[in-house]
């Protein structure tokens, strides 16, 4: 049973799914079994009490039935597999009419097949004004190109002569459902980090964003975003294409679906962290302004979830940028769209971050020892914060302690990387060459240039800033 596709679609739904689902089945004209309806019925009770399903397909039946009924495990297999297609129906049912313009599309083709013309030019009406308000992504062109293909044939069937027939609309509404989606697919094909060599070539790209810039396209908002997001990736390091789309971006982001915006806004993000990673330090300033603009998105997190490490992040950059009262109301304020089962963990740590960046050591260490986190990410930055408290305020024992059980837990946790190992290694050994070195300035200059040039080391901006405050 817990093998089955039964099984696996009644995981899946909420105790809203089954009272649709029942009332679905409920109707004859989706299901003339009344057995159907006693099943999901059961399966609606155990989930209400949270109690698994039985193992056994006799047992189940059992269950659901009589007792006393002769067990037929062939019908009984049947009813199952009936049961599996009719939820199948309704979970499509539910999400076709969740997308008012795709129902409306079908609805259409539906109504021209019956030759019901007023029908017809009611809900074509319908359908136009829907698309209006509807986002501009690649499903509503696809939309459109679908109703103009069935307003074409409508008008094709009364007038019985192909001279005046909308064609055109027909064929640059299926242009720009082709161009976008080709458009986003290949972006995401190369930001992947798929090479464009001869075996990986993406066929006719070079054709779709000459084509991009044509008159008839350019103004569609997925095409013209999905084209300079092509042209960013495929320019590697060009500011003049990052500026280029961060504006279109900015001028078209209300046209794109809370899920897709955060994708674009990740393609702006991803160009600013390679350039940081350059040296480019210029672009930690952009970063934290695509960040708050990412924010300020509300829609975004009326269906999304901050994630934990975006939050992370953001605390990371503002605290870099000096922007310190932004970053404690940002904590404070957006714990909130974290999901709730990492929501504690993510606040304590970036708050506990947020009292080392303020000098309130007391007020970190008491946070930290009020919880004790699972994530590695949070023991491996955890770790690192308490090592250089120690440092900070001159607790010599604790830091010398706490170095040797940093090195040991390194060592011990198999989840820890062979990287992560390194570079938290070379971050503890320079901490305490660094307390080791006092004020000898020789030692300071020495061990300066020694982190320089190994580069690879956890925290490595701290340690150098430390040095340089001492020399």
Not at 442 to 455: T, W
């Given at each position: 049973m817990k093998n089955g596709k039964l099984y696996e679609l009644l995981k899946s739904f909420s105790g809203h799914d089954y009272l649709r689902a029942e009332k679905f089945l409920a109707s004859p004209f989706f299901n003339e079994d009344t057995n159907l309806l006693r099943m999901i019925r059961y399966f609606h009770e155990l989930h209400d009490k949270r109690e698994e399903f039985p193992?056994?397909?006799?047992?189940?039946?059992?269950?659901?039935?009589?007792?006393e009924?002769?067990?037929?495990?062939?019908?009984?297999?049947?009813?199952?597999?009936?049961?599996?297609?009719?939820?199948?129906?309704?979970?499509?049912?539910?999400?076709?009419?969740?997308?008012?313009?795709?129902?409306?599309?079908?609805?259409?083709?539906?109504?021209?097949?019956?030759?019901?013309?007023?029908?017809?030019?009611?809900?074509?009406?319908?359908?136009?004004?829907?698309?209006?308000r509807a986002y501009k992504d690649k499903d509503s062109l696809l939309q459109s190109y679908m109703s103009n293909l069935n307003l074409l044939e409508f008008q094709a069937s009364r007038s019985g002569r192909a001279s005046g027939l909308p064609f055109r609309e027909a064929l640059i509404s299926l242009d720009k459902f082709y161009l976008s989606s080709k458009l986003k697919l290949s972006a995401e094909f190369i930001n992947a980090g798929n090479v464009l060599s001869e075996e990986n070539n993406v066929l006719l790209l070079d054709e779709a964003r000459k084509a991009a810039a044509f008159d008839e396209f350019r103004e569609e908002p997925s095409i013209a975003v999905y084209s300079a997001v092509v042209d960013l990736l495929l320019s590697v390091e060009s500011t003049d294409e990052f500026e280029r789309?961060?504006?279109?971006?900015?001028?078209?982001?209300?046209?794109?679906?809370?899920?897709?915006?955060?994708?674009?806004?990740?393609?702006?993000k991803n160009f600013c962290i390679r350039m940081i990673n350059t040296g480019r330090q210029e672009f930690l300033s952009v970063l934290f302004s695509i960040y708050k603009m990412n924010l300020s998105d509300i829609k975004i997190?009326?269906?999304?979830?901050?994630?934990?490490?975006?939050?992370?992040?953001?605390?990371?950059?503002?605290?870099?940028?000096?922007?310190?009262?932004?970053?404690?109301?940002?904590?404070?304020?957006?714990?909130?769209?974290?999901?709730?089962?990492?929501?504690?963990?993510?606040?304590?740590?970036?708050?506990?971050?947020?009292?080392?960046?303020?000098?309130?050591?007391?007020?970190?260490?008491?946070i930290f020892q009020q919880v004790e986190f699972t994530d590695l990410f949070y023991q491996l930055d955890t770790r690192s914060l308490l090592l250089k408290t120690y440092y900070e305020t001159g607790e010599d024992e604790q830091l010398l302690y706490h170095a040797s059980a940093f090195r040991v837990f390194l060592s011990r946790n198999k989840q820890v990387s062979s990287y992560q190992r390194k570079v938290y290694r070379n971050f503890i050994s320079y901490t305490v060459k660094l307390f080791r070195s006092g004020t000898s300035k020789?030692?300071?200059?020495?061990?300066?240039?020694?982190?320089?040039?190994?580069?690879q080391i956890a925290d490595l901006r701290w340690l150098e800033k430390k040095i340089t405050e001492l020399l």
């Open positions: 193992a056994d397909k006799e047992e189940l039946y059992r269950k659901i039935f009589s007792e009924d002769n067990y037929d495990e062939k019908m009984f297999r049947y009813r199952l597999s009936s049961l599996s297609m009719l939820l199948e129906d309704f979970i499509s049912v539910k999400f076709l009419q969740q997308d008012s313009v795709q129902w409306n599309v079908i609805r259409q083709k539906a109504i021209f097949a019956r030759s019901c013309n007023k029908s017809f030019e009611y809900v074509s009406a319908l359908i136009g004004k829907e698309l209006s789309f961060y504006s279109l971006l900015k001028t078209n982001i209300q046209f794109f679906s809370p899920h897709e915006r955060l994708e674009l806004y990740h393609y702006l997190f009326r269906d999304e979830f901050l994630s934990p490490w975006e939050y992370k992040n953001i605390v990371t950059l503002g605290l870099r940028q000096g922007e310190h009262e932004w970053v404690h109301d940002f904590i404070h304020g957006y714990r909130k769209f974290i999901e709730p089962n990492q929501q504690e963990n993510a606040y304590l740590y970036n708050l506990g971050n947020w009292y080392f960046h303020q000098g309130r050591h007391s007020e970190m260490l008491k020789d030692k300071l200059i020495k061990l300066l240039d020694e982190v320089r040039s190994v580069r």
